[in-house]
């Protein structure tokens, strides 16, 4: 890019690949579409959103030049969009779900869940798309250009997910439930009523809740880290844990696998509902070692930890509680707060799981948290293991943003 086209302070960033421009990074800025459009600017195509403080988010790969057409500058609906990206788009959905299939090395009795789409990340701003058992496809659209070129968009979806999967999806889902949504003007929207699909994954079976209001429906980026964690309190021989924020059970059917006993706490009744399903669809887990706990996970740890209570494995996987940059002083003391509690808790030689959703909170801060949160506890600890999200959410180079899930695994002393 030509430097006088973004602001100077913009360039570095840009340089290294990041795929994001705000209004005030824009030189020209009377150039730039006043409707949703795909917008070609320097050397990119770029989707535009007139009415975001982020408001060029880069479509294609990070090659300068890509696509250029002297004759077309903008694009503003569904069938200009397709004629021009149609071709890419297939190609480059076919190959990226080829890839990630392979990358997530399913085993032979598992069905394919995995996020297909993952936005920026996949080159394709404002579109996530997560399948579900290889019969499911949920896609959550987040900027106004995607609802614009969404008619054009849905159908090489399909087509992709048909030729790959060699069946049509059973069903394919809009969800237009974020909030980031709100950011863009778009309306938000209740998600469809959708019956629960019963799925093999990460070796257990599971009813899956396509569409329902977390994330997708289900947290597939945490595959590996339910894994690794069961492999631990294995080797650390721990026979108690608790699973705070628990979801439908993501950790507490690996620790149960484990032969742990779980007590597994969060505050949506309903996740406790499906996770006591899944245990139950699992005849290899004693649902006599389940305990649910519909509770604050705050208050619960603070009472246990009054009570001087104690579990050999504790894992703490809470949702953001960073909205932007502007509260990340106010979110961190929450953290430090709730780990503070948890720590207090692990038995000596115990282990501590303790995750953060949200890429405002970087892997030194969220050390740091770790470290305040232990010495409040006066518990100190060594990191057996560091990992991020599943591969199939892997960030695009460039793109901090992208990082957005830290999984610590600590031994507690
Ligand atoms: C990141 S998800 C957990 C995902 C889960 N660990 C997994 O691996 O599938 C966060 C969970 O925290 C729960 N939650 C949110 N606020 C909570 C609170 N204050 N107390 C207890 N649970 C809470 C939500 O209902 C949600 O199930």
Known sequence: MKKGLIAPRAFKNYSAGHPWLRADDIVERKTLPSRP??????????????NSYLRLRRIGPNQPGWMKNPKLTRITNADQFTAFFGDWLYAHLKQTLLTKIEKMKFAADEEKSLRWVFSENDFIPGL???VFGG???VAQLLTAPMETFWLGIKPILNDVFTEVFARAPKEFVELRTAAVRKLEELEIIDPPAMAPLKTRWNGFLWNMTPASTQKTGAYLDQRENHRH????ARQLKCKTAWDICSYQGGFSLHLLGAGLSVTAVDQSQAALDVLCENVQLNPELNPEKLTRVHADAFEWLKAQSVAGSKADAIILDPPSFVKNRENIATASKGYVELN?????CVSPQGLFVSCVCSHHISTDEYKKILTESARIAGRTFTIEAFLEASPDHSPAKGFSEGRYLQAWFLVIQ
């Open 37 to 50: 459009s795909a917008f070609f600017y320097g050397e990119h195509w770029w989707m535009c959103s007139p």
């Open 128 to 130: 996530i798309v997560d």
């Open 135 to 137: 019969q499911i496809m």
């Open 229 to 232: 964690a069961a492999d631990l």
């Open 340 to 344: 503070s509690y948890a720590l207090k």
